[in-house]
C-alpha cells in the first residue's frame, strides 16, 4: 500500500514536501514515480527515482525546482518543490513498479504497478 502525505496550500515562490510512504514489501526494490493532475487534464509525469541508490528523473517543467529522494529505511520517497508555481496545482500522486525503469519508460503512467490515492498541492498566485 502506497499513502501520499504532505500537500497543502502555499503561495508563488513557495516550499512543500510531499511524501510516498509504503507499507509491506521491500520498498527499496521498487521504482518510484510521481504523477499530477489538474482539473481537466490527464495525469502528467512529474519525477521518478530509481531503485535502491535511485537514480532520479524530471520532466522539463520541474528540473531545478523539484528533488525526488528516498529513504529506504522508512520506505519513504519524497517530493521536496521549490519555487513553487499556479501551474504546479494538482494532486499529486506516488506509484511504483519493482522493474528498472529507464527514462523513457520512467515518465510512463502504464510503467506503473501500484499507485496512492494523491495529495492536494494548491499554488495560489
Known amino acids: 500500500q502506497l499513502q501520499a502525505s504532505g500537500g497543502g496550500l502555499v503561495q508563488t515562490g513557495g516550499s512543500l514536501s510531499v511524501s510516498c510512504a509504503a507499507s509491506g514489501g521491500t520498498f527499496s526494490s521498487y521504482t518510484v514515480g510521481w504523477f499530477r493532475q489538474a482539473p481537466g487534464k490527464e495525469r502528467e509525469f512529474v519525477a521518478a527515482i530509481g531503485r535502491y541508490v535511485g537514480r532520479s528523473f524530471y520532466t522539463d517543467s520541474v528540473k531545478g525546482r523539484f528533488t525526488v529522494s528516498r529513504d529506504n529505511a522508512k520506505n519513504t520517497v519524497f517530493l521536496r518543490m521549490d519555487s513553487l508555481k499556479p501551474e504546479d496545482t494538482a494532486v499529486y500522486y506516488c506509484?511504483?513498479?519493482?522493474?528498472?525503469?529507464?527514462?523513457?519508460?520512467?515518465?510512463?503512467?502504464?510503467?506503473?504497478?501500484?499507485w496512492g490515492q494523491g495529495t492536494q498541492v494548491t499554488v495560489s498566485s
Open positions: 506509484a511504483t513498479t519493482p522493474r528498472s525503469l529507464i527514462t523513457s519508460t520512467a515518465r510512463m503512467i502504464v510503467s506503473y504497478d501500484y
